[in-house]
């Protein structure tokens, strides 16, 4: 799971008060519209359209079509309140930081392009998205030539494969990194990075003057969407200055860095030696962007919305405080963009100690209306969820609520006391833990607490600390029921085989990352295979599951997809959200 604003999001507590649905395509005006900016001809917005359907496009070549409109100048300034730990490449796994490096600094093989409101993945570094081999086991990269650093010298093939090796640092660069390339790459369950590891690293070798080979231990058929990941921008051995790169780091994209202060600040301006020609997915509009960590969000937004110091020019990509919902739909709506997300919530049962019967009483009473309400969740932030992957994952398929897993409502107690009766479970205790620092989640508490006591439920709700809170719902032996696992999911890459395995083959039970402890045979095995299936062809397969899972094992109630938001001044256009990290893509965006 990326790291994301999911954590944010989930212990924030100062979110909107509205509770009615809001659609994925937010409350309208031209900047909540996703596209390429510049198809202006049929045959291309139809290419474009089949790309988009099969969440894929090889052939994508540079330059990105010219943003209608679009002007050069200025700068835009971005404020998060979140700090990413490192702007290392090697490190980098946080929605935030990863937005900012693939949209602006480190190009990778593959990367994506935003059409049509959909995550396109298209060639990047790489002259298409790879071949595997006839076994799944290899992929070929053929990268592209004449490809320069910010400083002006030549980018090489080893380049590439002494970043792969280096991400294997976690105890240095890579610290907060992913640790995918350890699973799937061959020998990577062994390598401990260039730094303290001087042999081989069979994983990826060269093959001429322009081929990377990457030899996996087992299978990985999206290879490829894994491959925009920052781990793949190529570094120069030489110009490596470890802990101190992500200072001073050598860019392949539209900007260079100019400073970086860790948790507080980073400021870009254009990179002369990046070329357009070679990109399909990025421009270069402003002449420099700011990002500002942990700024306030309340007062930002404020800022923004006031045409307050640089608020005409700002950028703010936090969840919209309570306070301003109202404004963001109304009066401001042409400041505001909403979009779909990579995150989802949902309310753990432990089905390996509440029987499915209880499981779906606890989904007819379960009071989400009353609980967002105390808990101060605001409308523009989510969508009430009735499936276990959210609606940007490619493929997916939307079906009536099965097993009353509605997503939202009041609950109705009087049914659920019926259902626990019929089911000789009248009295069930249900057990937790909850957040007792913090007024908004007490609150929340008390109102799911009364809605299923009066459904018959014996509630036993534990009120700890924030700091405690994380540690306690990762224990898959705690001597609860209800909250323990995963409270949300992010996907890595928009495929179902970034979301069903890790939540529902059982595995990361004992690493508190699946939903509701959740461990079946048949389908761990159907997982496996359709894992194995090319991603184009595997999407129906995954819905199909997620609709199997949700009839016949109901192993969590899904709460709320969680929804992409950004408030810009009224000097910047074309914000473009990007639903993998719920940011908008920096790259798009000009100052006019």
């Known amino acids: 799971m990326r790291r994301t604003k999911l954590v944010a999001l989930s212990t924030s507590g100062v979110l909107a008060l509205t509770l009615a649905a809001c659609s994925s395509s937010g409350p309208g005006g031209s900047s909540n519209k996703s596209g390429d900016g510049g198809a202006a001809n049929s045959s291309l917005n139809a290419e474009n359209s089949k790309a988009a359907e099969l969440g894929q496009d090889a052939k994508a070549t540079g330059p990105a079509p010219a943003v209608a409109g679009a002007k050069t100048g200025g700068t835009i300034y971005i404020n998060d309140a979140s700090a990413p730990p490192t702007m290392d490449p090697s490190g980098i796994y946080y929605t935030d930081s990863g937005s900012i490096a693939g949209d602006l600094l480190y190009r990778t093989l593959t990367q994506y392009k935003i059409i049509n409101g959909k995550a396109v993945l298209v060639p990047d570094l790489a002259t298409d998205l790879g071949q595997p081999s006839a076994d799944g086991m290899t992929w070929k990269f053929k990268v592209k030539s004449g490809i320069k650093y910010s400083d002006g010298s030549p980018v090489k093939l080893e380049d590439y494969v002494y970043a792969i090796k280096r991400s294997f640092a976690t105890d240095t660069v890579a610290a907060n990194g992913t640790q995918y390339q350890m699973e799937f790459l061959k020998g990577g369950d062994k390598y401990k990075g260039p730094f303290k590891d001087k042999g081989a690293f069979p994983g990826v070798t060269t093959e001429g003057s322009d081929t990377l080979v990457f030899h996996l231990s087992k299978k990985m058929p999206t290879f490829n969407f894994f491959a925009t990941f920052p781990q793949f921008s190529p570094i120069p051995q030489a110009k490596d200055t470890q802990a101190n790169y992500q200072l001073k780091p050598l860019t392949t994209g ?147 609520p099965v097993n009353n897993a509605t997503g939202e409502g009041n609950g109705d107690p009087a049914k659920a006391k019926q259902m626990l009766q019929a089911a000789g479970k009248s009295g069930f205790e249900l057990s937790y833990y909850f957040r007792n620092d913090k007024p908004q989640r007490v609150q929340a508490n008390n109102a799911k607490k009364a809605g299923l006591e009066a459904a018959g439920f014996k509630v ?133």
């Not at 989904?363 to 009430?384: G, H, T």
């Not at 709320?560 to 920096?586: C, D, E, I, R, W």
Request: proline share 8%; hydrophobic share 30%.
């Open 254 to 400: 539209p900007y260079k860095v100019d400073s970086y202060t860790k948790g507080q600040k980073l400021i870009v301006s254009k990179n002369s030696n990046w070329d357009p020609k070679t990109d399909p997915s990025r421009h270069q509009y402003p002449d420099k962007i700011q990002v500002n960590f942990n700024a306030t969000a309340l007062q930002s937004q404020q800022q923004i919305l006031n045409n307050s110091g640089t608020g005409s020019t700002s950028v703010d990509v936090n969840p919209i405080d309570s306070s301003l919902a109202a404004q963001v739909t109304g009066q401001k709506k042409s400041q505001f963009v909403q979009g779909p997300s990579a995150c989802e919530y949902y309310v753990e049962m432990d089905t390996r100690k509440i029987p499915l019967e209880v499981r779906k009483a606890i989904a007819v009473a379960y009071p989400y209306n009353q609980i967002r309400k105390a808990q101060q969740l605001a409308s523009v932030n989510f969508e009430p969820a009735t499936t276990y992957a959210a609606p940007s994952l490619q493929g997916f398929q939307k079906y009536p």
């Open 460 to 592: 036993k709700d534990i009120g700890i600390s924030g700091e405690e809170y994380t540690t306690k719902i990762a224990d898959p032996n705690a001597p609860v029921n209800m909250g323990q696992g995963t409270p949300g999911w992010c996907y890595d890459w928009p495929t179902g085989d970034s979301v069903y395995p890790p939540l529902f083959n059982g595995a990361g039970i004992s690493q508190g990352l699946s939903v509701g402890q959740f461990k079946n045979p048949a389908i761990t095995a159907k997982i496996n295979q359709i894992q194995q299936m090319d991603p184009k062809q595997a999407g129906a397969q995954w819905a199909a599951l997620d609709k199997q899972l949700m009839s016949e094992f109901l192993p969590a109630l899904p709460d709320y997809y969680n929804l992409s938001t950004a408030v810009f001044g009224t000097q910047v256009k074309n914000v473009v959200l990007n639903p993998n990290n719920s940011m908008p893509k920096m790259s798009e965006m000009y100052v006019g």
